[in-house]
């Protein structure tokens, strides 16, 4: 209810602000009318500021018009004043929740059933800038268990702790940093201390876009049958980003194996399902496919590569570094590559 209140006094002195500056900006821009000389040279380069002048100035006809007399003749509620700004922000540092500073999502069911994991294991999809997760060491990908001999039991608790605990006071929690196999996961304590939930929140750095250097991908990635993940590292290659049921992934996937066949490079396709799932439908399958195809359950190489739908396909040059990234495939535009035309056939 505290927080609420402060809510609706701060959006009541943003108001003002913004209408001051409305104010300010309608002087200004009268003093610059009128202080234009350029527009006597140039009548119609004047008209036109003015005329853009008057647009502005009708958006912000506030005028509220006459209340009516029986309204008038109503005595006002009291109205009490607010309190001062520095008062407002104490009170916000009183009831704003402990933050840690990371979006998750739930472990995918084969991932926490092979690890043998409580219902309440939950995957990191990011770790923000600056926040106390970041210092402490985690990472996006990494699992977390909970407290010490105290796991999650149910999917959400990790942010029910963090609103929960104290501010700055080290904890505790378990996470699972994934190897390259299950075998090889390591378990690990984390010491971090809780800060207030920030009134601007740090942004996440976006993709790698065209022009940067690719990441690498995190370990985990599993090939589907006996074949082996390809070496990437000084080889141009394509990443192509995604999933059985996803149909415009399937009309993608005899374009993108025509490019790589006429340039000489690699293709990797990475499905974030299991390997049963991926494996079953690739048997199933009378089309051509790529023969390097992994699974990715935890979602990490979708995380470090920013994938959002699928499919994305993503190429990488020799150097390692992005020169082309395509989010959706449409048959009547193809690849949007420079320089490649393709006939379909």
Known sequence: ???????????????????????????????????????????????????????????????????????????????????????????????????????????????????????????????????PAQEAGLEAGDIVLGPPKRPFHAYGQLREWTMTSPIGTPLKLVVVRPGMRIEEDQEIEITLSLRRFPLELPELPGPPQVGDVAPALPVGLQPVGSGTLPELNGRSHLLFFWATWCGPCKRAVPEVMAFAAANGISVLAISDEDA???????????????????????????????????????????????????????????LTLDDWSWSGS
């Open 1 to 131: 209810r505290r927080a609420s209140e402060a809510r609706w006094r701060l959006d009541i002195r943003r108001a003002v602000l913004l209408r001051m500056r409305s104010i300010l900006v309608g002087i200004g821009g009268r003093v610059l009318l009128g202080r234009d000389t350029e527009s006597v040279d140039d009548p119609a380069r004047g008209s036109e500021q003015r005329r853009a002048f008057e647009r502005l100035a009708n958006c912000e006809a506030l005028a509220p018009g006459r209340l009516p007399a029986a309204k008038l003749a109503a005595k006002p509620p009291p109205i009490e004043p607010l309190p001062s700004l520095a008062d407002e922000m104490q009170l916000l540092e009183e009831v704003l929740p402990s933050w840690l500073g990371v979006n998750y999502g739930r472990l995918p069911a084969s991932a926490r059933v092979a690890r043998g994991l409580a219902l309440g294991a939950t995957l990191l999809r990011a770790v923000l800038p600056d926040s």
């Open 276 to 334: 049963g799932t991926v494996g079953g439908f690739l048997e199933q399958r009378q089309e051509g496919f790529f023969d390097q195809v992994a699974v990715d359950p935890l979602r990490r190489s979708f995380i470090t590569y920013g994938v959002s739908g699928t499919p994305t396909i993503i190429l990488v040059d020799g150097e390692g570094v992005v020169r082309h990234r395509q989010v959706g495939y449409n048959a009547a535009k193809g």
